[in-house]
């Protein structure tokens, strides 16, 4: 069975500062392993993919994560934090079916001006 | 050029009502899911399906029942309603026939049972 854990439910940075948030995954098998946003009162949008292509991988709104195998971890990072970026962060695991997605329990994120 | 669209936003029902919602995706996807996203926003999958065909059916009570018409659309529909139904529902898809994994969520439909 596989698994996600993303450490800490609550994170605030400073506007500007840097943005890290935490996810380790635990699976029998090399996951799909993804990270979504989902702002108040919407949906879950796709942030980034891994997909055991380049380990270092580039998303929308100036995230990127990284997979480290040795570490089983895919933590997700943006160099300088945007108030638009308040939001909730699920990181996700996919066997190598794809049928089933196990998500982590979410890191709201809070930007303080 | 809504991708996964779903209806009704909201829904505000009484204890022991019978209701539906429902999703539409228009990405050409061979699969869709239901997800419950309770209070504390932990996100559980309900339902799979691929090309009309149930492949995952989570621990659910019988009360919820999705239904697929054709592979654009999985409606979910919910007898006896329970106070603790309410949450909010996300359907999504996803192209697994191409080879991706990914999933696209619809913007979800929040259900209070009062």
């Known amino acids: 069975a596989q698994s996600v854990t993303q450490l800490g439910s609550h994170v605030s940075v400073s506007e500007g500062a840097l943005v890290l948030l935490r996810c380790n995954y635990s699976s029998s098998v090399p996951p799909y392993l993804f990270w979504y946003v989902q702002y108040p009162n919407q949906g879950l949008q796709l942030l980034l993919k891994?997909?055991?292509?380049?380990?270092l991988v580039k998303g929308i709104n100036g995230f990127e994560a990284e997979f480290k195998k040795s570490e089983t971890s895919f933590h997700l990072t943006k160099p300088s934090a945007h108030m638009s970026d308040a939001a909730e962060y699920f990181c996700a695991v996919s066997e190598n079916t794809g049928n089933q997605f196990y998500f982590g329990t979410g890191t709201s994120l809070t930007v303080i001006p | 050029d809504t991708a996964v669209s779903q209806t009704p936003k909201y829904l505000v029902t009484q204890m022991g009502n019978d209701k539906s919602i429902k999703c539409e995706q228009n990405l050409g996807h061979d699969t869709m899911y239901w997800y419950k996203q309770d209070s504390k926003k932990f996100l559980k999958i309900m339902f799979s399906?691929?090309?009309?065909?149930?492949?995952i059916n989570e621990t659910v009570p019988n009360r919820f029942s999705p239904k697929s018409p054709d592979k654009a659309h999985l409606n979910l529909h919910i007898n006896s309603l329970e106070l603790g139904d309410s949450a909010v529902y996300f359907c999504?898809?996803?192209?697994?026939?191409?080879?991706?994994?990914?999933?696209?969520f619809g913007p979800g439909t929040r259900l209070t049972v009062t």
């Open positions: 399906y691929n090309n009309k065909e149930l492949i």
């Open positions: 891994y997909t055991s292509a380049a380990t």
């Open positions: 999504a898809s996803s192209p697994l026939g191409q080879g991706k994994y990914e999933q696209y």
